[in-house]
């Protein structure tokens, strides 16, 4: 039985991604990797949803990952069925085709933080503590902490973090860029719902190729939005059409350079 699960919920353009172990401050093991990569399914399956909001139930948004999931781990299954797993689900929810804003209605450390870290925006309650205590343990960020997020926030920032070991309120991780909003306690997810529903009014394919765009500029994807934006060119040429018919025609093709 699955020690918690992420509940999808839409509602008109928006879909709201709520972890669910609020009694363990929504820490994730292997059972909630496998949620949250379901969830992730969900979304893109739903054609109607042009953004999404990530949260957390109850009193806080990710403790990140649950050691007591890990601890006893060998070094290669933690290596492969741990870091390298959850790796590979959070780039499926960084990569999302719709925007992802993430509402930090708690504190975002370690795990949690880089949970965060893949959202395209973070709204974060005045409450909220930010940091990457790891080396703390004697352990490392293991799911892009120092990938990721050095894209997105800068090196420095997380140096201070995950070197130094400092924690961030709120507004001082809005001055470095870590956080892009800070909100009242209580507030995150209405604000990142009314968010979420600004960028759903915008032009929903416009959104998906600027999101592509800018994670090909931000040396992300391996080169996977350069090929999507490739392929949706690709797809509305008239070209392609021809191509199809002649293939199922059993006929040469007569190309006219059609766009």
């Not at 949250?36 to 109850?58: F, N, P, S, W, Y």
């Not at 006893?72 to 719709?98: K, Y």
């Not at 604000?191 to 600027?210: H, L, N, T």
């Amino acid at each position: 039985m699955a020690s918690g699960t992420v509940k999808v919920d839409v509602d008109g353009h928006v879909a709201t991604l709520t972890i669910s172990r609020p009694e363990k401050l929504n820490a994730l093991d292997l059972d909630m990797l496998k949620a949250l990569a379901e969830a992730a399914d969900a979304v893109e399956a739903h054609a109607d949803v042009r953004a999404a909001v990530l949260t957390g139930e109850g009193k806080g948004f990710s403790a990140g990952g649950d050691i007591k999931a890990w601890g006893g781990m060998q070094p290669q299954e933690f290596g492969h069925a741990w870091v390298r797993h959850g790796h590979r689900i959070f780039e499926r929810l960084a990569t999302l085709r719709v925007p992802l804003v993430a509402a930090l209605n708690g504190h975002a450390l370690g795990g949690g933080l880089e949970l965060a870290g893949v959202a395209d925006i973070r709204l974060a309650e005045e409450h909220v503590k930010i940091g990457l205590p790891e080396t703390g343990l004697g352990m490392v960020p293991g799911w892009s902490g120092t990938q990721r997020l050095v894209r997105r926030f800068g090196a420095q920032a997380v140096r201070r973090m995950a070197l130094g070991g400092e924690i961030f309120a709120a507004e001082e991780a809005r001055l470095l860029g870590i956080v892009d909003a800070v909100v009242p306690t209580g507030n995150a997810l209405a604000a990142a719902r009314e968010y979420a529903e600004r960028i759903a009014a915008r032009g929903p394919a416009a959104i998906e190729i600027v999101k592509l765009m800018i994670a090909s500029a931000n040396g992300e994807d391996n080169g996977t939005a350069v090929e999507a934006l490739g392929s949706i060119l690709a797809a509305k040429t008239g070209d392609l059409k021809e191509g199809v018919a002649s293939f199922s025609e059993k006929r040469p093709a007569t190309f006219k350079g059609e766009w």
